[in-house]
C-alpha cells in the first residue's frame, strides 16, 4: 500500500513530505516580504533580512544537488536578490527542492562533502527552511508556527548535530528557556537561539 499513515506504520516520515510542509509556510511568509524590510535586523545577529534570504535560497538550491548525491559549494555566495523576481525564484526552487528529496533513493546512503546519512543531510536543509522561516517572520514582526510533524521529525537530528553543530559555529550555544517553553521554542533554543527575546 502506498497511502500508510508513517505514524501507523512507525516509519519515520519521509523527507520530502516534512519539506513540502515546511515549504508550504515558508513560500507565503518569504512573498510577503516587503522591500523596505530587507535591511532589518534578524535573530541571526550576521544577517540581516536580505543576507539570511540570499542564504537560505543558496541553501535550497545546493541542497537540491545533494539530494540527487551531487556535489555542492555550499562556500559560494550569489546575490540572488539582484533579480527583481527573487520571490518567484524562491517558490520555484523550494518546490524543485521538495522533488529532488521526494524521489526514490534520495534519503538512503549518504551525501554531502562530509559524506554523512542522507537523511541527516535532508534534515538540515528542513531545520533552515523551518528555522530561518521563523528568524524572518520575527524580523518582519509576523508570528510563525510550524507544522507540528516539521518539529517532531527535527527534533532527535537537532539534538543529534548539536554538538558538531556549536563546535563549526553553525549554532550558538543553548538557550535555556522556562518549564512552560514549547517543543519548537526548545528547538530553537538547541541551535542558540531565544525565543521569548523575538516574540512577536
Not at 540570499?54 to 535550497?60: I, S
Not at 534534515?123 to 521563523?134: I, P
Not at 537561539?193 to 512577536?200: G, S, T
Amino acid at each position: 500500500m502506498t497511502n500508510e499513515d508513517p505514524l501507523r506504520t512507525g516509519a519515520p516520515p519521509r523527507i520530502g513530505d516534512l519539506l513540502r510542509s515546511a515549504a508550504a509556510q515558508a513560500t507565503p511568509l518569504v512573498r510577503d516580504i516587503a522591500d523596505a524590510s530587507l535591511g532589518a535586523p534578524t535573530p541571526c545577529a550576521e544577517y540581516d533580512v536580505r543576507a539570511l534570504l540570499n542564504h537560505l535560497l543558496g541553501v535550497v538550491v545546493h541542497f537540491q544537488a545533494l539530494a540527487a548525491k551531487r556535489p555542492a559549494d555550499l562556500s559560494t555566495t550569489t546575490d540572488w536578490l539582484a533579480d527583481a523576481d527573487w520571490r518567484d525564484r524562491f517558490e520555484a526552487e523550494t518546490g524543485k527542492l521538495v522533488e529532488a528529496w521526494s524521489a526514490p533513493g534520495a534519503e538512503e546512503g549518504t551525501t554531502g562533502g562530509m559524506a554523512l546519512p542522507a537523511r541527516t543531510v535532508g534534515s538540515m536543509v528542513l531545520l533552515d527552511l523551518t528555522v530561518h522561516a521563523w528568524d524572518l517572520a520575527r524580523a518582519t514582526g509576523r508570528s510563525f508556527t510550524p507544522d507540528p510533524g516539521v518539529v517532531d521529525g527535527l527534533v532527535e537530528e537537532v539534538e543529534r548535530m548539536a554538538p558538531m553543530a556549536r563546535k563549526t559555529g553553525v549554532f550558538g550555544e543553548a538557550v535555556d528557556l522556562p518549564g512552560d517553553a514549547t517543543v519548537f521554542e526548545r528547538l530553537l533554543a538547541t541551535t542558540g537561539r531565544d525565543p521569548r527575546a523575538w516574540e512577536a
